[in-house]
């Protein structure tokens, strides 16, 4: 029995894994001081990171007419805050090799993250938000916390699992009964513990309560939002089997118009497969 | 003039004020003639909405819930009430998702026949 996030995280192994590569590059944009020749260098440190990040760039995520074949210009095109962002997601993509099938698949499991990742990046688009690429990487590690919940605790995560279809119930709350917290404070915990930007804490750790968010309400909205489409659309799953509760509250935070929905799900419908391969084919 | 979906834009049209992507990039400007490619393009870059000249050119489509047998219209409106079993119905975004949800299930298992 874990009696805090942080308890349940302590000696896992994947907290060490975001990498050094990742964590000079994160000081080098911090810093507004880099030149890109010296984010490329960084970046071509890491072989795997350089093949993703133009796995990236040439994939329809961009759409970009010419191929993109070099680091530097990569750099150039994208900039660096976005391509920090993006290789950040697909570096912890690569993290989590496997999980228990039972539970649920990787495949579907990254689908479902993905989807909401693009269908976050277009409402914040329509909200005028800056640097959308940040709304895709929440999305996509939003539902990051039951990663490690099916690695650590699958006992207690089958138990959860049994009582949502004997007592059907958002699977979230059921695991904070069950076990006394939720994914989201273990995937909050995480990206803190990761020393990822705040903003990225507060998505993750509020997707399902955006109300309870301090710094960073509007981007916790979008991505509730986001994830409440992802799941009506059933594109792959964390392990909820339903669309979870919705929150009005955002929805009136933004004030979007429920016409913009076909725009969205189509966009997503469109780049999702595609996306998909960028974060799977010729792992390296 | 008015704004419309880019999927309801039609060759011929005139684009009636800039269209930008998401980091505010020009891609068209006022004046451009909408062609097929230029469709491609508003969708690649994911523009949602463009300002046309004429509207009224916009073609109604059918929705899919019309053109199939009601049983399996409501046994797809079971499955996507089922769906959102957790969520309050009362929000006007919550009718349209769940309208949009029913009728992808439907288009999903027409075209599996």
Same mark, same amino acid.
């Given at each position: ?5 942080? $308890?349940?995280?302590?000696?896992? $192994? ?9 964590? %000079? ?29 133009? %796995? ?10 010419? @191929?993109?074949? +070099? ?11 976005? =391509? ?12 989590? @090799? ?11 499991? *990254? ?12 409402? #914040? ?8 690429? %940040? ?16 690695? @650590? ?31 989201? #404070?273990?995937?909050? +915990?995480?990206?803190?513990? *990761?020393?990822?930007? &705040? ?9 399902? +309560?955006?109300?309870? #968010?301090?710094?960073? %309400? ?7 939002? #986001? ?23 955002? *929805?009136? =935070? ?19 497969? &595609? ?10 | ?6 999927? !309801? ?19 068209? !400007? ?25 509207? /009224? ?5 059918? /929705? ?17 009430? /089922?769906?959102?079993?957790?969520? !309050? ?25």
């Amino acid at each position: 029995m874990f009696s805090s996030p942080r $308890e349940l995280l302590d000696g896992t $192994e994947n907290l060490s894994s975001i990498s050094v590569v990742h964590e %000079r590059l994160n000081e080098a944009i911090f810093s507004q001081r880099a030149t890109v020749d010296q984010i490329t260098s960084i970046i071509m440190q890491d072989a795997g990171l350089s093949a993703r990040l133009l %796995r990236i760039v040439n994939s329809p995520y961009f759409g970009f007419p010419r @191929k993109i074949d +070099t680091i530097s210009r990569a750099v150039m095109v994208v900039g660096t805050q976005q =391509l920090h962002d993006l290789t950040l997601a697909t570096s912890i993509v690569k993290i989590f @090799k496997s999980i228990p099938e039972r539970f649920v698949s990787m495949e579907s499991f *990254w689908k479902h993250g993905v989807a909401c990742g693009l269908g976050a990046r277009v409402i #914040a688009g329509l909200n005028r938000e800056s640097n959308v690429e %940040r709304f895709f990487v929440a999305g996509i590690l939003h539902d990051v916390g039951r990663l490690i919940m099916y690695d @650590k605790i699958p006992e207690m995560m089958d138990e959860a699992f049994s009582h949502v279809l004997n007592h059907p119930a958002p699977m979230f709350t059921v695991e904070q009964q069950i076990i006394g917290f939720d994914h989201a #404070a273990v995937g909050g +915990t995480l990206i803190e513990a *990761w020393r990822l930007p &705040g903003s990225l804490e507060e998505i993750v750790r509020y997707h399902h +309560t955006p109300q309870n #968010a301090n710094h960073y %309400r509007v981007e916790a909205s979008v991505v509730h939002i #986001a994830d409440v489409i992802a799941h009506a659309m059933q594109c792959g799953s964390s392990g909820e089997l339903t669309v979870p509760p919705f929150d009005e509250n955002a *929805w009136n =935070l933004l004030g979007l118009n429920p016409g913009f929905l076909p725009q969205i799900v189509d966009l997503i419908d469109r780049q999702l497969e &595609g996306v998909l391969k960028m974060f799977h084919s010729s792992e390296s | 003039m008015g704004r419309i979906g880019v999927d !309801q834009l039609n060759e011929g049209m005139i684009v009636d004020d800039p269209v930008c992507d998401f980091h505010g990039t020009v891609l068209m !400007q006022k004046g451009t003639v909408i062609t097929p490619k230029g469709i491609k393009i508003l969708k690649m870059w994911g523009v949602l909405e463009v300002s046309v000249d004429d509207v /009224s050119a916009v073609e109604h489509r059918a /929705s899919p819930e019309r053109l199939v047998d009601p049983s399996f219209e409501e046994e797809a409106k079971r499955e996507v009430d /089922s769906l959102f079993q957790h969520v !309050q119905h009362s929000n006007v975004f919550v009718k349209e998702l769940m309208r949009f949800a029913t009728n992808r299930i439907i288009k999903s298992r027409l075209e599996r026949g």
